[in-house]
C-alpha cells in the first residue's frame, strides 16, 4: 500500500446527483492532487493543493469542486456531472510540489455517470 | 509545455527475457523524470525517477532507467522479466524551467509471456 487511500473504490451516480470523493494520506505530505484517468489517455492533473491552499486548477468545470480541509485530507466534490465525466479518479500526494519529488497515488475511485 | 512519448501501445516479452520500455521527452529546461506502474485496480506506484547525477538510475523491483540527454529519452529496463511485471507503465516529466507540471505518457501495457 501507497499510504494514501481513497473511499468510495466504486461510485455510480445519475447525472442530477451530488455525491462526494475522500482521500487521506498518511505520509505526513503537504501537497496534494486529484488526477482524471481515462482509458487510452494520459493522467490528467485537476486540481493541486500545497498546505490546504489550492495552487492550481487546470481549467476543471465547476461541476467539479475540491476541498482541502487539512495537509492530510482532500474530498472531490460532484454535482450534476455528464457522462463524459465517468473515469478512474485518483489522489495523489508528495512530500511538497517542489518537482524533484515523486507522488504516491490512491488506488482511484472507478465513477460511473448513467 | 513539457511532454513525454511512449510509443508502443502494449509490449510483449517472454518470461525471463529483458524488458524494455521506450520513453521520451521534451522540456524546456532540465527535465526530472519519473517512471510509475500501474496493477489492474491499483493505484499509481512509484518505481524510480532520475533528477541529477548518474545517468543510470536503479528503482524498485529489479527495474532502472537510463537517462540520455541527447536522445531525450528515458527508458525503462529489466534484465529478466516476470508474469508479475504485467501492468501499465507511465513515463513522466517534469521541466527544470517554468511549469512545475507533472506531464504523464499515455502508458504502456506490458505483457510477460510465461
Known amino acids: 500500500e501507497t499510504g494514501v487511500t481513497q473511499t468510495p473504490r466504486h461510485l455510480v451516480m445519475g447525472m442530477t446527483n451530488k455525491k462526494s470523493l475522500k482521500c487521506e494520506q498518511h505520509?505526513?505530505?503537504?501537497?496534494m492532487y486529484w488526477y482524471k484517468q481515462s482509458a487510452k489517455k494520459p493522467l490528467e492533473l485537476m486540481f493541486v493543493y500545497n498546505f490546504k491552499e489550492q495552487t492550481e486548477n487546470n481549467s476543471v468545470p465547476s461541476r467539479f469542486s475540491p476541498e482541502c480541509p487539512n495537509s492530510s485530507h482532500l474530498f472531490l466534490h460532484l454535482h450534476t456531472l455528464q457522462p463524459e465525466d465517468s473515469a478512474l479518479y485518483l489522489c495523489?500526494?508528495?512530500?511538497?510540489?517542489?518537482?524533484?519529488?515523486?507522488?504516491?497515488f490512491g488506488p482511484g475511485t472507478r465513477l460511473t455517470v448513467t | 509545455a513539457q511532454s513525454v512519448a511512449q510509443p508502443e501501445d502494449q509490449v510483449n516479452v517472454a518470461e525471463g527475457n529483458p524488458l524494455t520500455v521506450k520513453c521520451t521527452y521534451s522540456?524546456?529546461?532540465?527535465?526530472?523524470l519519473f517512471w510509475y506502474v500501474q496493477y489492474p485496480n491499483r493505484g499509481l506506484q512509484f518505481l524510480l525517477k532520475?533528477?541529477?547525477?548518474?545517468?543510470l538510475v536503479k528503482g524498485s523491483y529489479g527495474f532502472e532507467a537510463e537517462f540520455n540527454k541527447s536522445q531525450t529519452s528515458f527508458h525503462l529496463k529489466k534484465p529478466s522479466a516476470l508474469v508479475s511485471d504485467s501492468a501499465l507503465y507511465f513515463c513522466a516529466v517534469r521541466d527544470g524551467y517554468g511549469n512545475n507540471r507533472l506531464a504523464f505518457g499515455k502508458g504502456n501495457q506490458v505483457v510477460v509471456i510465461p
Open positions: 532520475y533528477i541529477t547525477g548518474d545517468n
Open positions: 522540456v524546456s529546461g532540465n527535465p526530472y
Open positions: 495523489a500526494s508528495s512530500q511538497d510540489p517542489d518537482r524533484t519529488y515523486e507522488q504516491y
Open positions: 505520509l505526513g505530505h503537504n501537497a
